[in-house]
């Protein structure tokens, strides 16, 4: 199976003439799962809306940085950025494991199960 998701891309373009700004770019990318079947991700909505959420909230960090805000400040918002995106990778490993992993159990598929340990490591570094 394979999904289209689009990922947005975002860089700044430097000028000779010193001036500064930034585009975003949508990127189509295909994902595929490697297990072979369709299931649903009860919480996809809710990571959806807490990405954009968290993506809105770096952008306000991004902005106190250049602004010259007190660091104090920037460091507690930068950390409530931080807590956004755990959560929505534990709704992300809620769902991957009572999907996905149950789905590769029943069916005694150790591939998923690797590679959720692969990722779990890449998550808590």
Same mark, same amino acid.
């Given at each position: 199976?394979? +999904?289209?998701?689009?990922?947005?891309?975002? %860089? /700044?373009?430097? !000028?000779?003439?010193?001036?500064? %700004? +930034? #585009?975003?770019?949508?990127?189509?990318?295909?994902?595929? !799962?490697?297990?072979? %079947?369709? #299931?649903?991700?009860?919480?996809?909505?809710?990571?959806?809306?807490? =990405?954009?959420?968290?993506?809105?909230?770096?952008?306000? $960090?991004?902005?106190?940085?250049?602004?010259?805000?007190?660091?104090? +400040? $920037? =460091?507690?918002?930068?950390?409530? $950025?931080?807590?956004?995106?755990?959560?929505?990778?534990?709704?992300?490993?809620?769902?991957? @494991? /009572?999907?996905? @992993?149950?789905?590769?159990?029943?069916?005694?598929?150790? *591939?998923? @199960?690797?590679?959720? *340990? *692969?990722? @779990? +490591?890449?998550?808590?570094?």
């Amino acid at each position: 199976m394979t +999904e289209k998701n689009e990922l947005l891309h975002e %860089h /700044e373009h430097n !000028h000779d003439h010193g001036h500064t %700004h +930034e #585009h975003d770019h949508e990127h189509g990318h295909g994902h595929t !799962h490697g297990h072979g %079947h369709d #299931h649903e991700h009860p919480h996809s909505q809710q990571v959806v809306n807490r =990405l954009a959420k968290a993506t809105g909230h770096l952008q306000s $960090v991004k902005r106190m940085v250049e602004n010259g805000r007190d660091c104090s +400040e $920037v =460091l507690i918002q930068l950390s409530a $950025v931080i807590a956004a995106l755990n959560k929505a990778g534990k709704l992300i490993l809620e769902d991957h @494991i /009572e999907t996905c @992993i149950v789905d590769a159990v029943q069916s005694n598929d150790q *591939k998923p @199960i690797e590679d959720l *340990k *692969k990722a @779990i +490591e890449q998550f808590v570094k």
